[in-house]
């Protein structure tokens, strides 16, 4: 996920009240999310990519207590001297850390223990909150944002994890939410009304890039100016029955769609749908249901995307045309995460315009990720969240349907390796006019 890298104060705006509610809130939904998780479930680990849930629990808990209460609240004992081992991330200012591969062998502290570690540090911040330095208010709120980043992260690990149970276990037992939420609309009047079109997207020279005194990450800065050369954005993404067509059509099959990469991706993965596709139905975190037509579709890799625009067509919009297209539209509509239950992007409702800009699903970009003009990493630890990743990775933009509310803006860079699809990945078309 993106990641700030820059800790200087952004807090001046929000009250101390604020900020503490905040906090509060996030660290509540963290554990609302893992809530009907066994010790055992949120213990194991489907892959390298991925991380137990408890993972995620213990790790953003050791960001505050790291950056926030042993650097800036005198006298202040870790809860574990052990735990920063474990729980480290990929900081190398902070010393070694145990492989991520091996996370899922982590079998103690339990589950229960990082429940009690986590209410340690959080009496630990909230006492300590009236005599933060203002840089260490600044810390936390990029922990917050960090910690939100996590939770989506928490959701699309568990998912990839249960998916590979034959058991087909669910999250939240609620049979149908993806019907209700994306109903099947196929060759009906609503879908007609749905129909992409194309909107038509800025042109000639644009400013992208953070600007304002509210939060960003380090990756979204500094602002600059871009030429635009006039083109066309789809009004909404593409759907699962679109993607059908594509299978159908025989896309995975041909390699003059491809990119060299991403055919020799296919090839060696036997790759012949999206992500949890099988049989005409897809597995969510409600457990095995059916595939929604009209929903936008989703746990598709790069390669796919670039496949697919190719088949129609089209290319996949740059991250710029993406921004300037979303500047005027609002980044807290949409189909976003509000609380603990099933999450799964749901079909447009409405007609005309850009639809589904944020949440739903990140939506790949055809640019790069690498520093704007003028990038700098910040110095320190914390200087590691994000410049150093920036090789080799793709930008993807918007936030999905498990983003929390209020964690997205127009400039938000998400970013991952072209054959990754674990997370709500999917695609919105672009073309030159």
Known sequence: MARRTDASPTTDALSHADLAGRFAATRRLSLDLAASLSDADASAQSMADASPAKWHLAHTNWFFETFVLRDHVPDYQLFDPRYPYLFNSYYEAEGPRHARPQRGLLTRPTLEAVRAWRAHVDTAVEQAFADLP???????????HHEQQHQELLLTDIKHLFAQNPLGPAVWEEAGFEGDAAPEVCGSPAEAALAMRWVEGAEGIVSVGHASESFAFDCETPQFSVLL????????????????????????????????????????EGVEAPLYWHDGRAFTLAGWQPIAPAAPVTHVSFYEADAF?????????????????????????GQQLDGAGPVQPAAPSGDGGLQQMFGSVWEWTGSAYRPYPGFCAAPGAVGEYNGKFMSGQFVLRGGSCATPRGHMRASYRNFFYPHQRWQFTGVRLAKDL
């Open 229 to 268: 050369t006039p083109h066309a954005l789809a009004s909404r993404p593409v759907t699962n029955s679109e993607w059908q067509a594509f299978i159908d059509d025989g896309g995975y099959r041909t390699p003059s769609l491809w990119l060299s990469d991403g055919w020799a991706w296919v090839e060696a």
């Open 134 to 144: 203002d840089v260490a208010r600044g810390l936390v709120e990029l922990g917050i």
């Open 309 to 333: 625009a190719s088949w129609a067509g089209a290319r996949l919009p740059t991250e710029f045309e993406w921004e300037a297209a979303a500047m005027a539209l609002d980044p807290l509509g």
